[in-house]
């Protein structure tokens, strides 16, 4: 998979993709990542990609022109495939698991990461959709397209050391995760629960799908209306 990430701090991802599974990704030609500086592509001596709004208001607008000649170029240089024009915008769709795996399909992905007070409207006629990482403001939209990477990085083949390490994510089926334990065995008193000790490979299947449905029902009971609906 190709990422590209048009933004005015690429230096900023330097540490999350340099590390633990995206690197590994990376480093095993499953995942691509390329970055555009949004500066490149300003008209003047300044390098200015912001100007003020029209009507007033406080703070800076990203301006349309440089993000338009940024989207041309990444896509100038990429195949004619299956790809997305993504904003992270907290007006956009509330990112999940089903989201990651969606966008685990696609062969590129480019985020349009914003700054400043936001975006000149014209420039959303770009993507293809919006996403959002919570019901927050973040100061830009690189921590939302790390945290969409790392999330889809996952749902790709070969990506993490067991195949079965993503279907036991929480959130994978709709549902939250089941308790995990290793050793000791006896931790100040607190045991490991019997079932999973016990070699019956059914047996600790069952009980598994019973703690994470009760683990999901106690703490995000929400998730259970939208699997009924089949909203997830």
């Known amino acids: 998979m190709l990422i590209d990430v048009i933004t005015l701090f690429p230096e900023m991802f330097a540490g999350v ?12 030609n499953i995942l691509e990542v390329r970055f555009t500086q949004l500066r490149d592509f300003a008209f003047d001596k300044h390098r200015q990609v912001d100007d003020s ?12 022109e440089p993000v ?13 495939v299956k790809r997305r024009i993504i904003i992270t915008d907290p007006a956009g769709e509330v990112f999940n698991q089903a989201k990651a795996k969606e966008l685990a399909a696609l062969d590129q992905i480019i985020f349009i990461c914003g700054h400043y007070e936001g975006f000149d409207a014209r420039i959303y006629d770009l993507a293809d959709e919006m996403i959002s990482i919570g019901d927050y ?8 397209a790390m945290v969409i990477v790392d999330a889809v990085a996952r749902m790709l083949p070969n990506v ?45 299947k069952k009980w598994r799908e019973e703690q994470a449905l009760n683990l999901t029902r106690l703490r995000r009971p929400e998730l259970i209306k939208c699997q009924k609906q089949k909203l997830c």
């Not at 993709?17 to 095993?28: H, N, P």
């Open 17 to 28: 993709f340099g590390e633990s599974i995206i690197k590994r990704a990376i480093k095993k």
């Open 160 to 204: 993490l050391g067991s195949a079965e390490s993503a279907l036991t994510d929480s959130f994978f089926d709709g549902m939250l995760g089941y308790p995990q334990y290793t050793r000791p065995r006896d931790f100040e008193g607190n045991t490991v629960p019997d079932v999973l000790l016990s070699g019956n490979h059914a047996a600790i």
């Open 53 to 64: 709004p029209f009507g007033g208001g406080a703070g800076m607008v990203l301006k349309p």
């Open 137 to 144: 403001v973040l100061t830009g939209g690189e921590l939302p």
């Open 68 to 80: 338009y000649c940024a989207v041309r170029d990444v896509l100038s240089k990429s195949d004619d």
